[in-house]
């Protein structure tokens, strides 16, 4: 069973207490957004971003809470930054009216506008990057009225490489065993080393004190691969942190992201939110059931939802998914800041390390959903029957006194399904997920 609950309430508040509070709430609950990488890479422009901004409009996004329209990589002049301010050169061609002009547009339209930076000398793309220009661009990025900053960890010099190496178990930072270790790390860090000392902390600690110092609260969105420990410092430094390697519309690649964030959920609260990278509802082959499997992982660990696929040409029923009224409501509690738990891990024993078979059953409470949500998931490759049983939920758990049943609502459908008794059963396709709201006892 799960090992979340005991030691939930004292994380909670260490996280809350150590965390990096702004202005506004900004921050305080995981971002909703639109990104530009997974759609069009370092194919963007001013008009791109604008249709975005306009289909977040149409599609209903904005009002199911979506605020952040971000472009990514490559928006600067590639060749270097202006030899007199030492500023960041917005690509004339791709933005004529600069990063400035294209700001006030999405401010009028009631949306909020992000930019892409490096805790290095360049970009992942080649492009200038911020490591010793902090405090120059966090003043450009407030200048032209950017909301939200993402920061990345390429073009990092050698002098700035870390003393030791963290073990982030996944196929893109190193072989990994199946129990999450990683063998092939030569120089791991000694018992108890705290690694808000090192040099990674350093660097984005950097842009967080110039990004303070300006007079505009931007959402700091680390993203620095969950190499450096991250959960144990960037809850101070940014808003949300990368807990993994780049996510891909594989989903073999979705199902290993979560599995390892999965273990990373004591670590979420008000102000504290790991981010396993941009959702990929709508890209690749994707089956719909991986589609919503993939939203209802994000959402349930309370993540940033951060869209990655051209609205302009997204299909109905993506569009569905990622405005589900109750994962939703579930993801933005202003209420309970933690996120669901894993409860039973379902096709393993509890607390497996399995990047094919994550943890199947998870829940948590809503004050919104007046309830609690539950989630049963069939990561197997046929179909299967899932069965969530009342007594086995933590958070029912002698709540229902002599009764054995809840009003339960089917959260993909709205259906109500009425006074269940007991346990709920469900066959699954492959890659699929019930999702539940369990009400009041009957």
């Known amino acids: 069973m799960s090992h979340y609950l005991p030691l939930a309430a004292l994380l909670s508040l260490l996280s809350q207490a150590n965390a990096l509070v702004r202005p506004d709430g900004v921050g305080r609950l995981p971002a909703l957004g639109w990104n530009t990488w997974n759609a069009f890479a370092c194919d963007i422009d001013d008009s791109k971003i604008m249709t975005a901004a306009e289909e977040a409009i149409n599609l209903g996004l904005?009002?199911?809470?979506?605020?952040y329209i971000n472009i990514d990589d490559c928006w600067s002049v590639q060749s270097g930054r202006d030899p007199n301010t030492q500023r960041m050169i917005p690509d004339p061609v791709k933005f004529p009216n600069g990063i400035s002009g294209v700001a006030s547009e999405i401010h009028g339209l009631g949306l909020k506008l992000g930019i892409?930076?490096?805790?290095?000398?360049?970009?992942?793309?080649?492009?200038?990057a911020s490591l010793g220009y902090e405090k120059i661009d966090a003043e450009s990025f407030a200048e032209w009225g950017v909301d939200y900053l993402k920061y990345d960890n390429c073009g990092v010099p050698a002098s700035w490489n870390d003393q030791y190496t963290h073990c982030v178990p996944d196929n893109t930072n190193g072989a990994r065993l199946p129990n999450g270790t990683c063998p092939d790390i030569t120089?791991?860090?000694?018992?108890?080393?705290?690694?808000?000392?090192?040099?990674?902390?350093?660097?984005?600690?950097?842009?967080?004190?110039?990004?303070?110092?300006?007079?505009?609260?931007?959402?700091y969105s680390l993203c620095e691969w969950g190499q450096a420990d991250a959960k144990e410092w960037a809850n101070a430094t940014g808003n949300s942190w990368r807990t993994t390697g780049d996510i891909t519309p594989d989903w073999s690649r979705i199902a290993e992201i979560a599995n390892e964030n999965s273990f990373l959920m004591n670590y979420v609260d008000f102000w504290s939110h790991p981010d396993p990278d941009m959702l990929e509802v709508g890209n690749g082959d994707l089956t719909i059931e991986e589609n919503r499997a993939h939203f209802a992982l994000w959402a349930a660990m309370k993540s940033p939802l951060i869209?990655?696929?051209?609205?302009?040409?997204?299909?109905?029923?993506?569009?569905?998914?990622?405005?589900?009224?109750?994962?939703?409501s579930f993801?933005?509690?202003?209420?309970?800041?933690?996120?669901?738990?894993?409860?039973?891990?379902?096709?393993?024993?509890?607390?497996?390390?399995?990047?094919?078979?994550?943890?199947?059953?998870?829940?948590?409470?809503?004050?919104?959903?007046?309830?609690?949500?539950?989630?049963?998931?069939?990561?197997?490759?046929?179909?299967?029957?899932?069965?969530?049983?009342?007594?086995?939920?933590?958070?029912?758990?002698g709540s229902a006194g002599n009764h054995t049943g809840y009003h339960v609502t089917d959260a993909w459908t709205d259906k109500d399904l009425g006074c269940v008794k007991g346990e709920y059963s469900k066959t699954l396709q492959s890659h699929d997920v019930a999702a539940l709201v369990v009400g009041k006892s009957c």
């Open 62 to 67: 904005k009002d199911a809470g979506y605020q």
């Open 116 to 128: 892409y930076s490096s805790a290095g000398t360049v970009t992942c793309a080649g492009y200038p």
């Open 307 to 328: 869209i990655g696929t051209p609205l302009d040409s997204i299909r109905e029923e993506h569009v569905a998914i990622l405005k589900n009224k109750h994962l939703l």
């Open 187 to 219: 120089n791991p860090a000694p018992p108890g080393y705290d690694w808000s000392t090192s040099r990674t902390a350093h660097r984005y600690g950097a842009m967080r004190d110039a990004l303070l110092s300006v007079n505009r609260t931007i959402l």
């Open 331 to 397: 993801h933005q509690d202003p209420v309970i800041g933690r996120p669901a738990y894993p409860y039973k891990w379902g096709y393993n024993p509890d607390w497996t390390f399995d990047p094919v078979h994550p943890a199947e059953y998870w829940s948590g409470p809503s004050s919104t959903l007046g309830g609690t949500l539950v989630l049963m998931f069939n990561f197997e490759e046929s179909a299967k029957n899932r069965t969530a049983v009342w007594s086995e939920i933590p958070e029912l758990r």
